[in-house]
């Protein structure tokens, strides 16, 4: 669809630059622009001769659509169409990210999410509606649709019905992170910014692993994450085994954005369950931005996380490729207070990815030590392959007589505990 971009900012220049990748990224053709610094109008969001002003551009470009950077109300919607020629869409930056968010739903979740999302827009309006048409016993007063009674109560119903598929979802999402957990993965999130390169920076850190052999036990490790320069590419989560010494899993997660209304977070908040739940955030910030978009997209991810993470972050300044070494350390040295020694990588090019693993392997929960000797049995040998796959292993000796193995190795409390648990219960060989 051709669309104007429009921008109402109290003071200072508007800047467009993020609408405009946003309405790209919903499939939009930008044809013109229009901004404007000024109070809200409450009833046309823009000064009326602003409002005046963007009909003639719409006339003037052929647009079939209208994009504001701001949230609109029910009737400054609807004032506003009314002043636009025929049939022009008004859109504001929540719908705008909805329509993304719907075009990209590929799975059940994301989907469900979307929806009710879009029923959580709805509901105010609804509610709108019907004590205008209350007040006025007049049935589409204003032009803003045939009232129907049923309609509030309809929506109610239907978001509850959705919460609930909902939760039944995120309770197998919540199985399996336990299930990994208990076989000794540790978890790692990449959160950050939307296009700050999470799932290009994914590919790097994951291990050659051919995902077919996991394949049942892991649902949800994908052959590609999809990088692509447009915001909002990723949706859904996407999980690859990392290349670290330890048991890593990592997790590609949908990128944040800011100024979002609570009924949007909220209907995506299980999409950041990942993030809320992992062992390690890693947090990713594209490093070849002005300073102060890089501050703005730290704030806000910080405040995404701020709520409910209790895991470690570590700051990533990604494209590092494409900022010299001076400039940089500058933007460091700027954003020490949000973003304490951040470690710097290229996930395009794959530098920086060495310290990168140290950091999180340094940033992980503190493994246990421990020491078995097991029988030889039947199973004793499947034990210590297991525990090659769940731990590090430190040593393993055969005994002279060939009757028994020791083991010794490092993971984390819960492999330890599990493999002293089949420890015991390997057959003890006759005759001793
Ligand atoms: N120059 C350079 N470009 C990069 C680097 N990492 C990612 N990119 C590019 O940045 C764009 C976004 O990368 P993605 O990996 O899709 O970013 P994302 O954070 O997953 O984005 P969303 O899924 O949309 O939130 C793509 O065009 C990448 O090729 C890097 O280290 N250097
Ligand atoms: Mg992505």
Known sequence: MKVIIAKRVDAGTADTEEIAALAEAAGHEIVGELTQTRTEDAALHLGEGKVAELARLVAETGAEGVVFDNQLGPYQTYNLGRRLPDGVVVTDRFRLILDIFGQRA??????????????????????????????????????????????????????????????????????????????????????????????????????????????????????????????????????????TERPVLVTDTVGFVSNLPHWLVESFKSTLDSVYLADLVLLIVDASEPVEAMREKLVTSHDTLYERNEAPIVTVLNKADRVDDAELDEKRAALSALAPDPVAVSAAEGTGLEELFDRIE?????????????????????????????????????????????????????????????????????GS
Not at 206 to 220: C, I, S, T
Request: glycine fraction near 6%; proline fraction near 4%.
């Open 362 to 430: 340094a940033a992980l929960p503190d493994y246990e030590r421990e020491r078995l000797v097991l029988p030889m049995a039947e199973g004793t040998m499947g034990l210590v392959s297991w525990i090659h796959d769940h731990a590090r292993v430190e040593d393993v000796s055969y005994g002279e007589s060939g009757e028994q193995v020791t083991v010794a190795f490092a993971a984390r409390p819960s492999v330890v505990e599990r493999s002293r648990a089949r420890a015991s219960e390997l057959p003890v060989p006759a």
């Open 106 to 243: 590929s799975t059940r979740k994301a989907q469900l999410q979307v929806e009710l999302a879009e029923l959580r827009y709805e509901l105010p309006r609804a509610e709108t509606k019907a004590s205008l048409a209350q007040r006025e016993e007049r049935p589409g007063f204003m032009g803003l649709g045939e009232y129907d009674e049923s309609r509030e109560q309809d929506i109610e119903a239907q978001i509850s019905q959705i919460t609930e598929e909902l939760a039944g979802i995120e309770e197998t999402e919540e199985h399996r992170r336990q299930q990994r957990r208990e076989s000794g993965f540790d978890l790692v999130a990449l959160a950050g910014y939307t296009n700050a390169g999470k799932s290009t920076l994914l590919r790097r850190l994951a291990a050659d692993l051919d995902v077919d052999e996991n394949e049942g036990r892991h649902p949800d490790l994908e052959r590609t994450a999809e990088s692509e320069n447009r915001l909002f590419t990723t949706l859904g989560t996407t999980t690859r085994r990392a290349a």
